[in-house]
Each structure stands twice: as structure tokens, then as C-alpha cells.
């Protein structure tokens, strides 16, 4: 193949000791605008010449070529390598020339194509989870063991991402060995770099004000700073994630739906109840936008099977129709407070959530009392980020009826 001159200047400066990094496990996070993912699609473009086979993936395959795909061809293209590289639309794959090495795109909602994932020649050296914060601890398992097989090249896991909440599987996974106000963390096989928009110079000051502008305190953590966030005035407090597996048979289970279709999703739990130790566990989660009640149906067969399902009663039209899909649903009771009385009562024990489950987990990060004019909280609970919560609430609405209690004040509600 030809010599390939790369100038300097191409490559942001504090990318470029990462060229060459073999680390087996790699993570590059920060905030929005810091040039994280046109630098990885520029590695896979230079690792592939090299003959390094890549997997791309995302939580959910159409995404991929709207961002990875479109960053990976755009590398090819300011580097002038259009010449060395064959790009196979229709299969999402892009093949090097010089030796066969491919760059192979994949959504993770398609799992059967995900198994059957293999290059042309030789086995997988590395993989590439763009927006790693939107993937499951079981999916980042089950790719790690893809990374198998004899190969002249060290195999490597790069995981790119914005940071969420310190209770994400990836922070408890990998974090260990993060040291607050540092750039670059080392450990035995894994690298951590953080970067922002500042260590972006081809990123325009208009984009870089619009990120410094950011009034909402979370989003300026997060987004601007490249912070892992940290909610205030959170409604859910005492809970933590970790593998339920083991504990999966010994309980009871109950389930709960709450509708939705474009702009919200439909929302399922899988959850149960430990009354003596006043615990709630939570095991798996359905989440997905656009399902009519045909394709919701499909979905919910194998998650709650011939077992009662607790409905959002507001939709009667539809749990008619989900009956008739042979689902048992059933119309939640509700009545007067009820929101606030089930949230009351969900406070009042500890959750456990299953790290299978991230939507649950970000809803649980995120969910707040509304603030009023200047600031002070109040005892109604912001409608957003409780989609998967009312789906609980839904479950577990025998139980917490069962001991109903009036509406409780502020300090009741630990405000």
C-alpha cells in the first residue's frame, strides 16, 4: 500500500497519542462538540489500512448511518483514501483494499444479525460503541466476547459516549480509577480520556458560545462540561442497580404498561415486591416508540406472557384491543391522587433496579419535584422522565392501595 502522510494538524492535539493506543478497553467521553467521534471514525479508517477488522455499532441500527457511517466516509474523503477503500452501502460495510480488512456497521436491535457478524477475512480486532450510554451491561458482554480468535493485532472495546449519571453501568463498571479534575486516567488494559468542546479546534466559537450558554444546570455539567451529572432535587433517592439474575425466580413478578407511541414511548416494567423488607426489584424494562397495539403486543408476549398486565386505564380503546392479541391487560384503578399517593408510597421503600434496565435507571436519575417562580419545590412531581415510573406505579397499584394513605405534606415527602 502507499506511504500515508497524516499532518498533524488534522488531528486535534489531544487525540493523537490514541492512534496508537492498544489498551484492550478504551473510553472516550466528555461534553457535546469535542471531535470524539471524527476522531474515532478517523482511527477506523487508518486501523482498517492496517488490517484491522472494526465493528460500529449503536443501540439502534438506523441511527448508525446518520452518525457513524456518515463519520467514517467523511475521514476516508479528507484523508484522499476514496481510492483504497470500497464502500459497500446496501451491506453497511466498508472494505479496505489493500488487504480485505473491513469496517463492518451494526445496530444492536437487530440480534441475530449481531451473532452472525463476521468479516471477510481473518476475525474481529476492535469495536466501536458509539453513544455507549444508550447500550445495556448485557450488551456490551456479549459483544466483548465477539473479540476472539487468532489475530496479529491486540484486540480492543472503544466505547464513546456523553456522560448521563454516576449510577450507569459504565461509570460503576470502569470508573474506578477516574480521578476528578484529570484529562487521561490509566489502569492494567484500560485508558479514560475526557474531553469538551475546548479541545475541539475545528469547532466553530458560534457552537462553542452556544454550549457555554447553557442554562440548565444539568445540561451545562453534562453537555458543556463533560460532567458526570448529578440531580438536585430528585424524587427517588434510595435506590441502586446491580444483576438480578440470581434473584429472579425467588419473587412473585408483576407487570405494568404505560401507553405511548410517537412522541412518547410505550413503557413496561417487570418488577416485584419483597414486603418484609419493604424492597422493590425491577428486572426488566420494555421501552420503544411507535408500536401500534398489533406490534406492542408482540413485544409484551414473551416479557409478561400469560400474566396479568397492569394498564394506563386512560386508553380503554387499547387494552380492548391488546385483549384481543391474547394479552391479559388489565385497566389501572387510579382514582383521586393517585399519582402523588403512588409516588408517596414508592419513596417509602428501597428499589432495585436490574442493570439490564438504563432507561429505568436514567428515569430514576432524573425524575423531579416541580420548582415554582423562585425557585422553591413543590409536591408535584415534573410529567416527564416517568414513563417506565408510571408503568411501576401501575404494577404496583394492589400493594400500595392496599394501605392507602392521605396525601402527604412537603416534610412527609422529605422536601
Known amino acids: 500500500m502507499p506511504k500515508i502522510l497524516l499532518p498533524s494538524q488534522m488531528i486535534n492535539r489531544v487525540y493523537r497519542p490514541h492512534l496508537e493506543n492498544m489498551d484492550r478497553y478504551q473510553i472516550f467521553f466528555g461534553g457535546s462538540g469535542s471531535g470524539k467521534s471524527v476522531f474515532l471514525a ?60 473491513q469496517i463492518i456497521f451494526a445496530g444492536l436491535d437487530d440480534a441475530e444479525k449481531i451473532k452472525s457478524i463476521t468479516p471477510q477475512k481473518g476475525v474481529l480486532t476492535d469495536i466501536w460503541m458509539e453513544e455507549a450510554t444508550e447500550c ?11 473479540l476472539r480468535g487468532q489475530s496479529r493485532h491486540k484486540k480492543r472495546f472503544t466505547f464513546s459516549f456523553n456522560p448521563v449519571y454516576k449510577t450507569h453501568w459504565l461509570f460503576l463498571q470502569f470508573f474506578s480509577i477516574w480521578q476528578e479534575g484529570k484529562k487521561l486516567c490509566r489502569g492494567p488494559d484500560l485508558s ?28 451545562h455539567q453534562v453537555y458543556t462540561l463533560g460532567n458526570w451529572g448529578v440531580m438536585g432535587d430528585v424524587v427517588f433517592r434510595k435506590w441502586h442497580s446491580r444483576d438480578l439474575t440470581a434473584e429472579k425466580e425467588q419473587f412473585h413478578h408483576l407487570y405494568g404498561l404505560d401507553f405511548g407511541f410517537a412522541r412518547d414511548p410505550c413503557a413496561a416494567v417487570d418488577c ?77 421503600h428501597e428499589m432495585v433496579v436490574d442493570v439490564s434496565c438504563p432507561r429505568m435507571q436514567e428515569e430514576l436519575t432524573l425524575f423531579q419535584w416541580q420548582q415554582d417562580k423562585d425557585g422553591h419545590t413543590l409536591p408535584i412531581p415534573e410529567d416527564r422522565n416517568n414513563h417506565l415510573i408510571d408503568a411501576l406505579r401501575y404494577a404496583l397499584e394492589h400493594e400500595s392501595s392496599c394501605r392507602r394513605a392521605s396525601t402527604a405534606g412537603k416534610g412527609e415527602l422529605g422536601l
Open 42 to 101: 478517523t482511527r477506523c479508517v487508518l486501523d482498517a489500512l492496517q488490517g484491522r477488522n472494526i465493528l460500529v455499532v449503536r443501540k439502534v441500527g438506523r441511527t448508525l448511518r446518520s452518525s457513524c457511517w456518515n463519520e467514517v466516509k467523511k475521514a476516508i474523503d479528507r484523508l484522499g483514501l476514496m481510492s483504497l477503500f470500497r464502500i459497500h452501502k446496501t451491506e453497511n460495510i466498508i472494505t479496505a483494499l489493500n488487504n480485505g480488512a
Open 136 to 146: 445495556t451491561y448485557d450488551d456490551f458482554k456479549q459483544l466483548d466476547k465477539r
Open 192 to 219: 479514560i480520556l475526557k474531553t469538551t468542546y475546548r479541545d475541539n479546534r475545528f469547532l466553530s466559537p458560534e457552537d462553542g458560545q452556544a454550549l457555554e450558554n447553557e442554562t440548565d444546570p444539568y445540561f
Open 272 to 348: 416485584a415486591l419483597d414486603r418484609r423488607n419493604k424492597r422493590i426489584y425491577v428486572f426488566s424494562e420494555l421501552y420503544e416508540k411507535g408500536l401500534i397495539n398489533a406490534r406492542l403486543a408482540e413485544r409484551l408476549k414473551p416479557f409478561c406472557g400469560a400474566s396479568p398486565i397492569t394498564c394506563d386505564s386512560a386508553e380503554p380503546k387499547s387494552i380492548a384491543e391488546l385483549k384481543n392479541y391474547g394479552i391479559r391487560a388489565v385497566p389501572a384503578r387510579k382514582g383521586k391522587d393517585s399519582v402523588l399517593h403512588g409516588i408517596q408510597w414508592l419513596q417509602g
